[in-house]
């Protein structure tokens, strides 16, 4: 008797509401992708927008303003077209898009009126070709299915590679879904076929079968968490159809319905929590519902809607945006030309009186149920649900409210903080700490209350501060690619093959070296002074002779290159004034005393002409430049030597061995280490630098699961091992630091990296407090950075770096957001180190002496520092009138009670007003 129950939704009726209540100003964009072209979160629309130069994504408020109005904007994404997008189902302002561009990038939108972030909190580049649908997991955050021309791929937006790769589809890969549960992946493909993967068990479907009869576009969802399958396409006869399938046996559908021949595709949407499906096709102006069942007759009609305009795309609004005191049960956004029309869905109750709990069950909540590490390790939760009741209504996410975004604040929508001129950034992770792969994405920290007469924090706030911990004052630096008139372009045939000892290139103030792959280890050397296109031409070049294995630019000398080569033999090339006009071929000196190939050589920073070395034969060397000779044999090493450094004072060296242990060595006293700790465990690779003014050596390596760390060590006491550690990512490539003396600030990326991690180190727990990151809308080569000088200070500029890509150059500025740019901000530039200068000659240091060299100010002359900028006066903050009371005496806040209530009822003695009226005759009233 199932099939003859009445449904309480079988008389759901759509209603349109009047043009003034549409959303103006929209224009869309062409129909050429497979997405749906608008989306919806509880507070955000997205949608398709005509593009000019491609890549632009229309954005608009999905309620009015308080003047009834909507705001739209529009905001450039991509390279090329955007082909889908998505938002995340546990924040509302994180946006997922993907484009013919090959990229798919993740941004978290601003409130609406306020400048939208320029630049993608995480940038993929999964390199399948044009990608065409993205879809976040339903239920552990971070995690993305992505959908390119014959391949479906799972990625976990922490990471650099995809999870999953799934088997090639043989044709057109046209629709992609995920099953409520998130464990199964199901896809349409032009080959007439559905496939369903289970992306952590194997590559390959674990079902496949026949789907529509016609190769034209097909789209595909899955029904609640049941084995149920709904599909939209067209048959032999061209007419449209909606199939309902078994995912468990796809050899033929379990339901058909027939929607009549038409060109334009069907979107379905379908809402699990009423079983409510809205179909519409493109270019069409009816828009059907039907209710889908798990019995027969499975899919039954509800409603025939006739839109005013035909649709360029649908999108359904979140249960939780609902205005349940009405009915609604449902409210569907169709894009046309010009307009947004909100079509509202009500099931005829009486409104506005009681909750009608039997329309609307608990809905999925916004709190994810795992992280995207444990969802790969084979977790299955299911994310929670919550009431729709008025009074139990969780709050939706609000988007940020400031012009620029906190880098990887990539979280699950739970509290947010707002930086000082950054959009607010959530203080939980994308993934959580505590897993392998899922590091905190971004610090987290509390606004400070505004300056005034304000009562002190509450015992609660202090709770909330204490709890979150404390937060870099560099936590919001933003990363930016400087003009392009700045980059060189063109460039052709560079080496990607460098060894992982090295950085891949070097640069200095005035320029910058660049190994070949050309024959005979030739490196290009451009002058900063002179960017633009490079010349199809070959281009004058240092011929080194042999492959380059590493190259280093003295400090003190910005036209002496030393080049280490796989002959074990270390070349120093002269680069004259103005740069290369014609091929090098003879180098200034060359160093002959290693037996085996090179692996990186290191500058003294104080000595001029003192360089080291390490090798292949376990053997660092110090050599004497202008001497031309070996002057020093460190030994003590059991395996590869992945990394040395200088102190800063340039009195030790510390190195870090594939033979697991970190060494510091003493050249002048011994030529074995003098302090040994336990490095990391991977034996991938790992590099080393000092901190904190030499007290502290940082480590950057793996651990025995190959995910990259950092490791922070007392130089005076490696023994111990680490005093901190930091997780970032896996991913092959080591992570190369630079250190900012300055700010404390080191700076990371690795070969083949899109993000840069930035993170303040302390002397003090936790050691290591994550900033925003960087990131580039394609792989690099590695980051060089350049003098303090080179700096923009005006703009609050800490540091600059050269980015190198397969084929350009490009100068990268990292900045510190402040509100007074006006003075010079003493607090983020102190007097810096003339690192370029050296204090002594390498005959002085080696017998014995000491140099230190001088510092000088960043500060311009016609700029007051912040430090001594006037204060401005405070300002008496609006309170609640009981904290007024507390200030006045008993009788003063009865005195003015009293008069409140005196002013309020009037003086009584006054005629009342009526008695101002004339009346009117006898004789005038009625008998």
């Not at 202090?462 to 990363?479: E, W």
């Not at 510091?664 to 904190?692: C, F, M, N």
């Amino acid at each position: 008797m199932n099939r003859f129950k009445t449904s309480k939704f079988k008389n759901t009726t759509p209603k349109i509401p009047k043009k003034d209540e549409w959303i103006s100003n929209v224009r869309a964009g062409p129909i050429s992708s497979q997405g749906n072209h608008i989306k919806s979160s509880c507070r955000l629309v997205a949608f398709n927008t005509e593009q000019a130069g491609g890549g632009m994504l229309g954005l608009a408020s999905l309620d009015a303003g308080s003047d009834g109005s909507w705001t739209v904007s529009q905001v450039p994404c991509h390279a090329d077209q955007v082909t889908d997008f998505d938002f995340s189902p546990f924040d509302d302002s994180m946006l997922a898009t993907c484009s013919a561009d090959e990229t798919v990038k993740v941004w978290r939108l601003c409130e609406m009126g306020q400048d939208q972030p320029s630049s993608a909190e995480v940038t993929l580049s999964p390199g399948a070709g044009r990608l065409e649908t993205v879809l976040f997991h339903p239920t552990a955050t971070g995690l993305l299915a992505l959908g390119s021309s014959h391949a479906a791929q799972v990625w976990d937006t922490s990471r650099d590679t995809p999870l999953a790769s799934l088997e090639q589809h043989p044709d057109q890969l046209q629709g992609l879904t995920w099953k409520q549960d998130g464990c199964l992946l199901a896809t349409t493909c032009k080959d007439k076929k559905l496939r369903v993967f289970d992306p952590r068990a194997q590559l390959t479907p674990v079902q496949c079968g026949g789907g529509h009869q016609n190769n034209k576009d097909s789209r595909i969802l899955w029904i609640k968490d049941s084995d149920h399958i709904l599909t939209t396409g067209f048959n032999q006869m061209r007419e449209r159809e909606v199939r309902l399938w078994d995912s468990r046996k796809l050899g033929s559908s379990v339901a058909l319905v027939s929607l009549g021949t038409s060109s334009g595709t069907l979107i379905p949407l379908f809402d699990p929590d009423s079983g409510l499906l809205v179909l519409s096709g493109m270019g069409d102006s009816v828009i059907d519902c039907f209710e889908v069942t798990d019995t027969e007759p499975f899919l039954s009609q509800v409603s025939h809607c006739l839109a005013e305009a035909p649709s360029r795309g649908v999108a359904m609004v979140p249960k939780l945006a609902l205005d349940v005191s009405s009915c609604e049960v449902l409210r569907v956004l169709q894009l046309t030309d010009s307009f947004i029309v909100p079509i509202s869905y009500h099931v005829p109750r009486k409104a506005g009186q009681d909750f009608h709990a039997d329309l609307y069950p608990d809905t999925l909540g916004k709190t994810p149920a795992m992280s995207a590490e444990e969802w790969w390790k084979g977790e299955n939760r299911q994310v929670q649900r919550v009431s729709l009741h008025p009074d139990k209504r969780p709050k939706p996410s609000a988007p940020a409210t400031h012009k620029e975004p906190a880098k990887k604040a990539l979280s699950s929508g739970r509290s947010k903080e707002e930086g000082p001129t950054g959009c607010s950034t959530s203080s939980s992770p994308m993934t959580t700490p505590s897993s392998s792969a899922a590091p905190s994405r971004s610090p987290s920290s509390t606004s400070g209350l505004s300056s005034g007469f304000l009562p002190s924090p509450s015992q609660s706030s202090r709770a909330i501060q204490s709890m979150l911990g404390p937060s870099s004052k560099f936590r919001h630096i933003q990363g930016s690619v400087l003009h392009r008139d700045t980059h060189f372009t063109n460039l052709r045939g560079l080496n990607l093959t460098t060894p992982g000892e090295s950085d891949g290139f070097c640069a200095n103030s005035q320029r910058v070296a660049v190994p070949l792959s050309i024959a005979g280890g030739q490196i290009a050397v451009f002058e900063l002074s002179q960017p633009g296109k490079l010349p199809d031409t070959a281009l004058p070049t240092i011929q080194n002779s042999v492959s380059v294995a590493d190259l280093c630019w003295d400090p003190f000398d910005t036209h002496r290159l030393a080049v280490a080569g796989e002959d074990a033999k270390i070349r120093v090339w002269q680069v004259p004034k103005g740069g290369l006009v014609e091929t090098l071929t003879e180098p200034e000196c060359v160093l002959q005393g290693h037996t085996e190939k090179i692996y990186s050589i290191k500058f003294h920073p104080q000595a001029a002409g003192l360089m080291a070395s390490s090798s292949y034969d376990l053997t660092v060397r110090l050599w004497d430049l202008d001497a031309g000779e070996e002057v020093k044999l460190l030994k003590g090493h059991q395996d590869q030597i992945f990394g040395m450094a200088w102190s800063p004072d340039g009195q030790f060296l510390a190195t870090v061995c594939k033979d697991g242990k970190v060494r510091i060595y003493d050249p002048r006293k011994s030529s074995e280490p003098t302090q040994e700790g336990p490095g990391p465990e991977g034996h991938r690779g790992a590099r080393v630098v000092w901190v904190l003014g030499g007290q502290y050596v940082l480590v950057s390596g793996f651990d025995s699961r190959s995910e990259r760390q950092l490791y922070l060590y007392s130089a005076r006491d490696l023994a111990s091992g680490p005093v901190a550690t930091a997780s970032t990512d896996v991913s092959p490539s080591t992570l190369i630091p630079f250190y900012d003396p300055d700010t404390s600030v080191v700076i990371l990326t690795g070969k083949g990296d899109t993000r840069v991690y930035i993170f303040e180190v302390e002397s003090e727990a936790p050691h290591f407090l994550e900033c925003s990151s960087f990131n580039s809308s394609e792989p690099h080569k590695g980051l060089s950075f350049l003098p303090k000088t080179e700096c923009n200070v005006r703009d609050v500029e800490i540091a600059r770096a050269l980015r190198l890509s397969k084929t350009t150059i490009e100068p990268v500025a990292f900045k510190v957001p402040r509100v007074k740019k006006e003075f010079f901000q003493d607090d983020v530039f102190p007097d810096t180190l003339v690192w370029w200068e050296s204090s002594l000659t390498a005959a002085a240091w080696l017998s014995g002496s000491n140099g230190q060299q001088r510092k000088i100010s960043l500060q311009p002359k016609d700029m007051t520092p912040v430090s001594e900028a006037p204060k401005e006066a405070p300002v008496r903050k609006y309170m609640p009138s009981s904290y007024y009371l507390e200030e006045k005496t008993d009788e003063q806040k009865k005195e003015e009670l009293l008069s409140a209530m005196v002013a309020k009822l009037g003086n009584r003695e006054d005629p009342l007003p009526q008695e101002s009226f004339e009346g009117v005759d006898d004789d005038e009233w009625d008998d």
